[in-house]
């Protein structure tokens, strides 16, 4: 990685690149230290850390502290994320919009377009429901019409101006600008996370304790990182052979190719589609200013990810499962919806394409169902483990991190993709050179 680096600066292209996209996280980390005017940002501070250990901990991760701040970027990128996902499904219910997406380029600039304006409307949404909910509660100066404004206009405006900043990192930088954007904010919260957590198990204890301590620690980060890196390199290829035709005069096809099938079809969208469901109520409640008893406080506390695993309150593990449960479920439901294999089986019979052994049409159609259940059950499984041994540690050790499972996959898919996208342009420069020698 270091090696692909140095010998992407030599090249002036790439390094302008570069220097642009960390220019603009520069910006980005200034901006989230910029406070919405008319906030009362002690107040929201200390509202927070009773609030830290469950809904929106996570929330504060991606958002890299800004959402804990209250600074003008703390919706951060979530609501084009959001919008994103919602696009891609209703890609699957309407038509009009699956139309669009197979019209080529224009197309996907068409929905890319809807995208933003779906992004503006959920950042509104959001934004007005912090600053009344939050504003009853006094995180705002004054309760009054003008500093409600003032911090819908603000919060919508700092989301809309991360969208472009995005959009332009992907036009003039390196990388996917959103999936960077994301990554910066959650890495900027690791030197904490690792200050506290050798603060917690290393200093002050005995010199053994310490350094098996923190031996224990770098262990099991290094080890969640390989299982990532495993889960999203691992490729399970189809052999497909193409018949011979006949072209004029000439013989074509006899062709061997093969269909790749990743192990981890979804990427990290089930552990958040799951986290997000789980957090719904809570963040519901705390927008409403609910903090009373009852049933309902009850399920919360199951709902809360801070109380599983925990020795002393082991029946809110219960909580533990319906999350594994849904990862599960979520895994099995993107896949179908961006996987088709009806529609890739009858591409093939078009093409004079076949899988050895499996006859064209519905036989190789429920081939590929077949082996993409298996595929997904063994990804769904190394989400589940990425996902859930954050909070092991947390309930059994107290080991309390804003960052998880989905935290490192995020990093380290992006790391991945970005390094590769570098590669591969340091190689087309390469090229290029050869050709004009």
Excluded at 49 to 71: P, R
Excluded at 148 to 166: E, H, K, P, Q, R
Excluded at 242 to 250: I, L, P
Excluded at 270 to 281: D, E, G, H, M, T
Aim: one cysteine or more; glycine letters at 8%.
């Amino acid at each position: 990685m270091l090696t692909t680096l140095k010998n992407a600066f030599k090249i002036k292209e790439i390094r302008s690149k570069i220097l642009f996209t960390f220019a603009m996280l520069v910006v980005i980390r200034i901006g989230s230290q910029l406070p919405v005017p008319g906030v009362r940002g002690d107040f929201f501070r200390n509202w927070f850390q009773s609030q830290a250990e469950g809904a929106f901990s996570f929330f504060d991760a991606v958002t890299g502290g800004s959402f804990i701040n209250m600074s003008i970027l703390a919706l951060n990128i979530t609501p084009y994320i959001t919008s994103s996902i919602i696009m891609q499904l209703l890609t699957i219910a309407i038509p009009k919009l699956e139309e669009m997406q197979r019209d080529g380029e224009d197309g996907r600039k068409k929905i890319a377009s809807i995208t933003r304006y779906v992004t503006i409307a959920l950042a509104l949404i959001q934004s007005t429901a912090m600053a009344v909910g939050f504003g009853r509660q006094g995180y705002l100066v004054k309760f009054d019409a003008l500093n409600i404004i003032c911090a819908i206009t603000t919060l919508t405006a700092g989301s809309a101006f991360l969208m472009w900043v995005g959009e332009r990192i992907t036009e003039k930088g390196i990388g996917n600008g959103i999936s960077i954007v994301l990554v910066i904010n959650i890495i900027s919260r690791l030197p904490e996370d690792l200050h506290n957590l050798f603060q917690q198990f290393v200093v002050g204890k005995a010199p053994a304790t310490a350094i098996l301590a923190a031996v224990i620690i770098f262990a099991v980060i290094v080890a969640m990182v390989v299982l990532v890196i495993i889960l999203n390199d691992g490729v399970r290829k189809i052999p497909v052979q193409y018949a011979n035709k006949v072209q004029g005069r000439k013989m074509v096809g006899g062709q061997t190719s093969n269909i790749p099938l990743k192990v981890n079809t979804a990427g990290v969208i089930p552990v958040i589609f799951a986290q997000s469901l789980l957090q719904l109520p809570s963040i519901i409640s705390a927008f409403a200013g609910y903090s009373g008893t009852g049933v309902w406080s009850e399920i919360l506390k199951y709902l809360n990810f801070s109380l599983w695993c925990r020795p002393g309150q082991i029946k809110y593990t219960v909580g533990l499962l319906v999350y594994i449960v849904l990862i599960v479920f979520f895994a099995y439901f993107y896949t179908s919806i961006n996987f088709n294999p009806l529609m890739i089986a009858d591409n093939m019979k078009k093409q004079g394409g076949f899988i050895p052994g499996i006859r064209p049409g519905k036989p190789t159609s429920e081939y590929l169902n077949k082996v993409l259940n298996y595929i997904v059950f063994v990804g769904a499984i190394g989400l589940t483990i990425i996902a859930v041994l954050p909070y092991v540690f947390s309930g059994v050790f107290g080991a309390t991190v804003s960052f998880g499972g989905t935290s490192l996959i995020i990093i380290v898919s992006v790391v991945l993709e970005t390094m590769k996208q570098v590669e591969s342009q340091m190689l087309v420069r390469n090229y290029k050179g050869f050709l004009e020698k």
